[in-house]
C-alpha cells in the first residue's frame, strides 16, 4: 500500500514571497512518480509540476520547484514570487508504475497582499 | 488541450434513486477514473477503467458501480443513493497510469 500526507491543511503566504508545502509519501515500489495538483477555488484541479524518481535532478515549472529527498520519502513544493492566482487547494500525490494515483489530503494555501 | 467534461456541475437527488454521473473525455485516454473529494480527507479512488468495458475497484467502490460501453464515456452510478453519498466527484483520464490526470470541472452532488 502507498501513503501521501500533507501535515499543513493551510498555509498563508504575502504576494512576493516564498512558500512551501510539505508532503512525505510511502510506497514499496523502486519507480515511482509525484505529482502536485492545483484545485483553484470552484475550477479544475490542474497539473502543477511531475518528479520521476529515478530522477535526481529537482523538476521545476517557472515559479514553481520541488525539494525531492528519496532517502528521506519528502516531496516539498516551493512557490516563489507568490501572486494572488496562486491561491488554491494543492494536493501532492503518487502514483507506482501500474498502480493508481494516491493523493494527500490537501493543503490550502492563502495568499494576502 | 485534454477536456474532461462531467454533465452537471450541481445536482441534487433524494435518498434512494439511482443517480448517473457522466463523464466524456477527448483525447482518446486509455484510463479513466472516479474520485469523490471530502474536506480533510482528500481525493478517494471510488473506481477506474483501463479499457472499454474494463474496470477495477479503487479504495471506496461500496455503494458505486461504473460503465464503460466507450473509451470516451465513463458514466459512475449510485444504486440507491444515501445520504452519505453527498460529496464532490471528479473524473480524470490519463494516457498511461503513471502519466499526469486531467480532471473535469467535477459534480456537486446532494442527497436529500
Known amino acids: 500500500a502507498q501513503t501521501v500526507t500533507q501535515s499543513q491543511p493551510e498555509m498563508s503566504v504575502q504576494e512576493a514571497e516564498t512558500v512551501t508545502l510539505s508532503c512525505t509519501y510511502d510506497?514499496?515500489?523502486?519507480?515511482?512518480?509525484l505529482f502536485w495538483y492545483k484545485q483553484p477555488p470552484s475550477r479544475q484541479m490542474i497539473l502543477v509540476i511531475r518528479?520521476?524518481?529515478?530522477?535526481?535532478q529537482n523538476a521545476t515549472e517557472n515559479r514553481f520547484s520541488v525539494n525531492f529527498q528519496k532517502a528521506a520519502k519528502s516531496f516539498s513544493l516551493k512557490i516563489s514570487d507568490s501572486q494572488l492566482g496562486d491561491a488554491a487547494m494543492y494536493f501532492c500525490?503518487?502514483?507506482?508504475?501500474?498502480?493508481?494515483?494516491?493523493f494527500g489530503t490537501g493543503t490550502r494555501l492563502q495568499v494576502t497582499l | 488541450d485534454v477536456k474532461v467534461t462531467q454533465s452537471s456541475r450541481y445536482l441534487v437527488k433524494r435518498t434512494g434513486e439511482k443517480v448517473f454521473l457522466e463523464c466524456v473525455q477527448d483525447?482518446?485516454?486509455?484510463?479513466m477514473f472516479w474520485y469523490r473529494q471530502d474536506p480533510g480527507l482528500g481525493l478517494r479512488l471510488i473506481y477506474f477503467?483501463?479499457?472499454?468495458?474494463?474496470?477495477e475497484k479503487g479504495d471506496i467502490p461500496e455503494g458505486y458501480s461504473v460503465s464503460r460501453e466507450k473509451k470516451e464515456r465513463f458514466s459512475l452510478i449510485l444504486e440507491s443513493a444515501s445520504t452519505n453519498q453527498t460529496s464532490m466527484y471528479l473524473c480524470?483520464?490519463?494516457?498511461?497510469?503513471?502519466?499526469?490526470?486531467?480532471f473535469g470541472d467535477g459534480t456537486r452532488l446532494s442527497i436529500l
Open positions: 518528479q520521476e524518481a529515478y530522477k535526481q
Open positions: 480524470a483520464s490519463s494516457l498511461d497510469l503513471n502519466q499526469p490526470q486531467h
Open positions: 510506497t514499496s515500489e523502486s519507480d515511482y512518480y
Open positions: 477503467s483501463y479499457d472499454v468495458k474494463m474496470k
Open positions: 500525490a503518487l502514483t507506482g508504475t501500474a498502480s493508481k494515483l494516491t
Open positions: 483525447m482518446d485516454h486509455e484510463n
